[in-house]
């Protein structure tokens, strides 16, 4: 596996910040966004909800009781009281026990936990998506903090250029086109700057967006652990381990017990059904006839309930049908993620392994760049350079710079989202254990057998955390150690990918 033999200036420019206690690392990034973020606490509670449908759909198997009560008054009375009393109170108590339902509470718990299993495959899949544009956010302030502070030296270069190029044309050394060229060459370095500044601006908020707080001294990441020689074990790895080709295939499973569901409508349904009623005519039965009776009276009723479907207009064909249909598109949805999936994994791969090409060029350019820059001014201070040549060189080492911090920038964030697409970037995998992580079976053991129906968890609360009181971002760095233009930007520093690397 190739190596970046120097992490660029990505870390390189970060070391060169003063970085006070208050620094944050990627871990401690990533800790926020798992513990806070309003997409996967989100996704947590639609987990939750998920679970549900296992003690719904067992509940339609599970013996019930129901109780009803009525008080009648007769506006108009006949006059027959015997056969007509005045007022009546009824109240009457049946349970009900489910003895076949033609497989449809069975088929319908089976699907009710492959959905979990589903659930619980999604919100692997938001936790992973979620670590990758953590690191993506983390990167880009990083980046962004390095292109500022480059952007802000060459503007500082060009200000001191420009100052000794209107001395030395007030002694006649150089024409009026040098004072311009260098006027114009600062012009552009502080649109450039103003550019960068708002980019950072804007990666920065970002970066709040995911996390929850403001970005504070970000420190160069850790290395990133062993990744793949070639695409095709990166796509095997991702064929059997990637959350959302899990969770898609599960979803898939269960339209298959759905259609069991739906034929199950056609099979005979049979309950026992137990009774007891109560009724009072309130002293109105036979009143006024002189004739003593009772006015109350109870009877208990036991049986069995037949449900035989003959003809339901073509409802349960429809269902089944709708159920065939659905589970054909779970089918064909599998198959367009399987794709993606491979898409996914390939593209990272080739992502990561271009910006490891791209840091080795980059590397090679800063040294020559830093080596022309200094000829340049050699010559240009015995006459054989112009000041446009000695501009143009440190535009030149500017760009390559920026294309070094650029470089490593995209290539971790490409090794991270190879290591997602694999399936090996979600808490666990990363070693986020300061405190407990979220285990979704615990709620689904909590109410998989609950038979209460006064069991309400109650009144939610908000769990992510709002940023309205965070404070707005500006462009403010650290001030580089350096005076000038680097010369040693490629020193040594992590590489990208470690094999004793732990993760952040």
């Given amino acids: 596996m190739g190596r970046a033999g120097r992490m660029p200036l990505l870390a390189g420019a970060a070391a060169l910040l003063a970085v006070p206690a208050s620094a944050e690392t990627l871990r401690e990034a990533l800790l926020k966004a798992y513990r806070t973020n309003p997409t996967i606490t989100g996704q947590r509670a639609a987990l939750r909800a998920t679970d549900e449908g296992v003690p719904i759909a067992r509940a339609d198997g599970i013996p ?37 339902q033609g497989g449809a509470v069975r088929g319908a718990v089976r699907a009710a936990r492959t959905r979990v299993e589903a659930g619980r495959a999604t919100l692997r899949g938001t936790e992973s998506d979620l670590f990758t544009t953590t690191v993506g956010v983390y990167m880009d302030v990083i980046r962004d903090q390095a292109v500022v502070g480059l952007n802000r030296q060459n503007v500082h270069v060009l200000d001191v250029n420009l100052l000794a190029s209107r001395d030395r044309f007030r002694v006649g050394e150089l024409t009026r086109t040098d004072v311009s060229q260098s006027e114009a060459r600062l012009a552009l370095a502080r649109a450039q700057l103003d550019s960068a500044e708002a980019q950072l601006i804007t990666s920065r908020e970002n970066y709040i967006r995911i996390v929850g707080s403001p970005p504070v001294d970000l420190q160069p990441p850790p290395p990133l652990p062993p990744l793949p020689s070639a695409p095709r074990p990166a796509v095997d790895q991702a064929l059997q381990d990637n959350p959302a080709l899990l969770a898609a295939a599960k979803e898939r499973d269960a339209t298959r017990f759905d259609v069991a569901v739906a034929r199950s409508g056609r099979l005979p349904k049979l309950s026992v059904v137990v009774g007891g009623n109560y009724y009072n005519y309130l002293g109105s039965l036979g009143s006024g006839t002189g004739v003593q009776v009772g006015q109350t009276g109870t009877s208990v009723t036991a049986g069995l309930a037949v449900t035989v479907p003959l003809f339901q207009g073509g409802r349960i064909s429809a269902q089944v049908r709708r159920a065939e249909a659905l589970r054909s598109q779970s089918i064909e949805a599998a198959t367009g993620t399987e794709r993606a999936v491979v898409a996914q994994t390939r593209s990272a791969y080739a992502e990561w392994r271009s910006s490891q090409r791209v840091i080795a060029s980059a590397e090679k350019a800063v040294d020559a760049n830093t080596m022309s820059l200094k000829g340049v001014r050699a010559e240009n201070s015995v006459g054989n350079r112009t000041i446009l040549d000695i501009l143009n060189a440190e535009q030149e080492l500017l760009n390559s710079q920026v294309t070094l911090a650029t470089a490593g920038h995209d290539a971790y964030i490409a090794g991270f989202a190879l290591l997602a697409a694999m399936g090996r970037a979600e808490a666990r995998d990363l070693g986020l254990d300061a405190g407990p992580l979220y285990d979704p079976t615990v709620n689904y053991n909590r109410v998989r057998h609950r038979l209460s129906d006064y069991g309400d968890d109650g009144e939610p609360g908000r769990i992510a955390t709002s940023t309205v009181a965070t404070p707005e971002q500006d462009a403010t760095t650290p001030a580089m150690q350096d005076s000038i233009l680097r010369t040693d930007v490629g020193a040594a520093a992590p590489e990208t990918t470690s094999a004793d690397a732990p993760m952040p």
């Fill in 64 to 100: 019930s009781i129901s109780a009803n009560g009525g008080l009648a008054n007769n506006l108009v009375p006949s006059a027959n009281t015997l056969a007509s009393p005045q007022r009546q109170a009824t109240t009457n108590t049946q349970l009900t026990v489910p003895i076949y």
